[in-house]
């Protein structure tokens, strides 16, 4: 799976890290690193992150192909 972080939206609220830290890095105070392609052993986690980001800037699957016209 795929994923995309909308920069310009995240707040680095770093939801996503504490979830998935393996796909998820926080740079110092706020400047988020992640890795686009999610490895088959962390889809769990990385939705979770998905749905716990409390301003919606991962997209992730078709999203993100549908962003990428
Ligand atoms: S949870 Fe959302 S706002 Fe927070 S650091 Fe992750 S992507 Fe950014």
């Given at each position: 799976m795929r994923i995309v972080v909308d920069l310009t939206r995240?707040?680095?609220?770093?939801q996503c890290v504490f979830l998935a830290p393996q796909v998820f890095e926080l740079h110092g105070e706020e400047v988020l690193l992640y890795r686009p392609d999610v490895p088959e052993e962390q889809l769990d986690r990385v939705r979770q992150a998905i749905a716990a980001c409390p301003v919606q800037a991962i997209l992730a699957g078709e999203e993100v192909n549908a962003d990428a016209r």
């Open positions: 995240c707040q680095a609220y770093a």
